[in-house]
C-alpha cells in the first residue's frame, strides 16, 4: 500500500510563486508514475502534470505549461511541483497521485489510471 502527503499549500497573491511537495512511501519510490492533479470547487478533478517513474518524461496541462513545474527527488522519495505566476484560477485543493508501471517512461494523465491518492492541499490565489 502506497501512502502519499502533499504538502506546501497556503494562501499567496497572483504572481507569487509555491512549491508543493507530494512524499510516498510504501513502495519502492522508481516503482512509481506520479502525477498532479486539481480541483477548484464546484468543478471535476483536472490534470495538472505528471512525471514518469524515471523523471525522464513530464507532461503539462496547457493551462499551467511554462509556468509550473514537476520533478522528482528518489533520495528523498518526493515529487515536487513548482508553481510560479499564480493566477487565481489556479485556486483549489492540489492532490498528488501515483501508480506502478512497468515501463520507465509511462506517463499517466487520467484520474482513473492511479491507484493511489494523498489528501490534499489547498492553494488560494488571491489578492
Known amino acids: 500500500q502506497v501512502q502519499l502527503v502533499e504538502s506546501g499549500g497556503g494562501l499567496v497573491q497572483p504572481g507569487g510563486s509555491l512549491t508543493l511537495s507530494c512524499a510516498a512511501s510504501g513502495r519502492t519510490f522508481t516503482d512509481l508514475t506520479m502525477g498532479w492533479f486539481r480541483q477548484a470547487p464546484g468543478k471535476e478533478r483536472e490534470f495538472v502534470g505528471a512525471?514518469?517513474?524515471?523523471?525522464?518524461?513530464?507532461v503539462y496541462a496547457d493551462s499551467v505549461k511554462g509556468r509550473f513545474t514537476i520533478s522528482r527527488a528518489s533520495a528523498v522519495n518526493t515529487m515536487f511541483l513548482q508553481i510560479n505566476s499564480l493566477k487565481p484560477d489556479d485556486t483549489g485543493v492540489y492532490y498528488c497521485a501515483a501508480t506502478p508501471a512497468l515501463v520507465l517512461w509511462t506517463i499517466k494523465t487520467l484520474t482513473r489510471e492511479y491507484e493511489y491518492w494523498g489528501q490534499g492541499t489547498q492553494v488560494t490565489v488571491s489578492s
Open positions: 512525471i514518469s517513474r524515471n523523471g525522464a518524461n513530464r
